[in-house]
């Protein structure tokens, strides 16, 4: 089986096409008016609707246990790499790149700003969330470690628990649909790189061809976009139909706002996970 080199110009336009996701996400729901407007609806909606002792309390545990969780299931896919392939690079890399994206996390939360349109009283930047970005890259980080057949299967489980991280901070009300949108870029630009260190030094075990047992299967690979379809559609359906009524006040729509709400963060990370997989899972396709 003759290895497949990563191509940089490939890897390089997946990398910047992530990026600029991430860029027209800030400017969209962070610098502009009308954006905040929607994202801080978002929020507001969701204490409103989901503000509840038991939706608190269930979020709050979860997140309470998501640096150890989050930790223990890279660890673990870390060890079982290792333990599999005898080689250190991969777990590595995987390991500076989750470091990586927590730490540009942090740095772009304190170097960006959110600018005061008077759409509400939280003025400081909390873009990118960094709950979410911890979850996001441990999932990630196993998703790198992961042989061709598996992978699509770790990006969909791996998506569904960076989801279920984002939906709590967003439950509580410390993050809109923005900070998560974008931590979860963030994961993902630092994945492209992380993929294309390992694939470029570990090509032996990165390769796959139709057929083979190696081969990823097809449904794994389609499953991610399920509910990352059904969430975005929903989202842009609800605001299409109802959320910009200007005869309505965010007060009598506050249910679909969290309905909205949720289907964006749901959609947009499982779409992210999904497209990751697909394109790791593209880029290790040998001929046949």
Do not use: C
Request: hydrophobic share 55%; proline share 5%.
């Amino acid at each position: 089986m003759t290895p497949r080199r990563p191509h940089p110009i490939v890897w390089s336009a997946a990398l910047l096409a992530t990026l600029g996701l991430l860029l027209l996400t800030y400017l969209v729901f962070i610098r502009s008016e009308s954006g905040q407007v929607l994202d801080d609806g978002f929020m507001v909606a969701a204490n409103e609707v989901l503000g509840t002792e038991i939706a608190r309390n269930g979020a709050l545990a979860f997140l309470g246990y998501l640096p150890a969780i989050s930790a223990g299931i890279a660890v673990l896919a870390l060890v079982v790499a290792l333990a599999v392939r005898r080689s250190l690079t991969a777990p590595i890399v995987a390991i500076i790149m989750a470091l990586g994206a927590a730490s540009t996390t942090q740095i772009l939360k304190a170097a960006l700003s959110r600018p005061n349109h008077g759409v509400s009283e939280a003025t400081m930047n909390s873009f990118p969330s960094g709950h979410t970005t911890v979850a996001a890259a441990a999932m990630f980080a196993a998703v790198l470690v992961t042989s061709p057949r598996w992978r699509p299967v770790v990006a969909t489980l791996g998506g569904l628990f960076a989801s279920l991280a984002a939906a709590s901070t967003y439950v509580l009300g410390w993050h809109r649909p923005a900070d998560v949108i974008g931590a979860v870029l963030v994961a993902a630009a630092w994945t492209l790189i992380g993929g294309w260190l390992v694939l470029g030094r570990e090509s032996g075990w990165n390769g796959w061809r139709r057929g083979e047992r190696d081969a990823p299967s097809g449904v794994w690979l389609g499953l991610p976009w399920i509910p990352a379809v059904v969430g975005l559609a929903t989202a842009a359906v609800l605001w299409a139909l109802l959320l910009r009524d200007p005869a309505r006040t965010p007060d009598q729509l506050s249910a679909w706002y969290v309905v909205a709400g949720l289907g964006l963060v749901l959609g947009s990370t499982m779409a992210i996970f999904g497209a990751i997989g697909a394109f790791l899972s593209n880029q290790t396709r040998l001929a046949d």
